[in-house]
């Protein structure tokens, strides 16, 4: 059984930086591409960030491109996502997940699952 755990989100300023990571557990960590995903209040869950299996892509919404980073550790089976610059509307939910095929060199965000319970992140001025 696949499980995803995400930690590191809190209450932060504008301006402020969080790193979040997620943990995976009952999946081949390393032949799968990871994602991060969002969801707002009252807004549908939008893709973030994702980096295929062997860190040779890395892909990410233009809201956040120059400001996220993702980045992976196949040894420890954890994904992180530095997140700097915060602004009031990065503040959502944010969820894990893990690409549906593996060994995949092209991630389609559209094609992930296994998601993780998502942590909190909060931005305020």
């Known amino acids: 059984q696949v499980q995803l755990v995400e930690s590191g989100g809190g209450s932060v300023q504008v301006g402020d930086s969080l790193r979040l990571s997620c943990t995976a557990s009952?999946?081949?960590?390393?032949?799968?591409?990871m994602g991060w995903f969002r969801q707002a209040p009252g807004k549908e869950r939008e893709f973030v960030a994702a980096?295929?299996?062997?860190?040779?892509?890395?892909y990410y919404a233009d809201s956040v491109k120059g400001r996220f980073t993702i980045s992976r550790d196949n040894a420890k089976n954890t994904v992180y996502l530095q997140m700097n610059s915060l602004k009031r509307e990065d503040t959502a939910v944010y969820y894990c997940a893990a690409h549906k095929t593996p060994v995949s060199g092209a991630l389609d965000s559209r094609n992930f699952g296994s998601w993780g319970q998502g942590t909190q992140v909060t931005v305020s001025s």
């Open positions: 980096i295929t299996w062997n860190s040779g892509r890395q």
């Open positions: 009952g999946l081949t960590f390393s032949v799968y591409g």
